[in-house]
């Protein structure tokens, strides 16, 4: 199937000095960061950088992050957190899709920091989207990055 968006999936994370770089960022739950006038616009968003966030690859040419914003983080002047279901018809459908994979990514990322076996604190494992555990080697992937983004 043709990638409408040249998206290109990659778990290895960007380098965080690229100005270029796109971020997906929420707030909330399943609040996006948009341009409310122009919701397709990529944001650059670099008063996220240093939140929590799941590498999604590169759409463009340009590396893409989904980031979970706290949840008393100020809206950048101009944009908006809007509830990402409300983006349906007015956001471009694989771009809305792509961001709502980072979405599930942070969502994967945030309940999985203990091992559901023996409750020890997990770290990521690369280049897969998995945690894992030093003390009994329990790896827990993430169901949600064999999807595409379409």
């Known amino acids: 199937m043709q990638n409408p968006l040249g998206f290109a999936h990659s778990p290895e994370p960007p380098e965080p000095t690229d100005e270029a770089l796109v971020r997906f960022v929420f707030r909330d739950g399943q609040n996006l960061l948009v341009d409310p006038e122009q919701p397709d616009r990529l944001l650059v968003a670099t008063a996220f950088a240093d939140c929590p966030s799941v590498p999604l690859g590169c759409l463009g040419g340009r590396a893409c ?3 979970e914003a706290p949840a008393d983080a100020a809206t950048p002047d101009g944009l908006g957190f809007l ?3 409300s983006l349906y018809g007015g956001m ?3 771009l809305r899709n792509l961001a709502g994979g980072g979405f599930q990514l942070l969502h994967w990322q ?3 920091r203990f091992c559901g076996v023996c409750g020890t604190a997990t770290e990521p494992k690369r280049p897969r989207v998995a945690s894992m555990t030093g003390s009994t ?4 992937p993430s169901m949600t990055r064999g999807s595409r983004a379409t």
């Open 137 to 140: 080697s329990n790896v827990s």
């Open 65 to 67: 992050l989904a980031v």
């Open 110 to 112: 945030r309940t999985h």
């Open 92 to 94: 471009d459908e694989a």
């Open 83 to 85: 509830a990402l279901r």
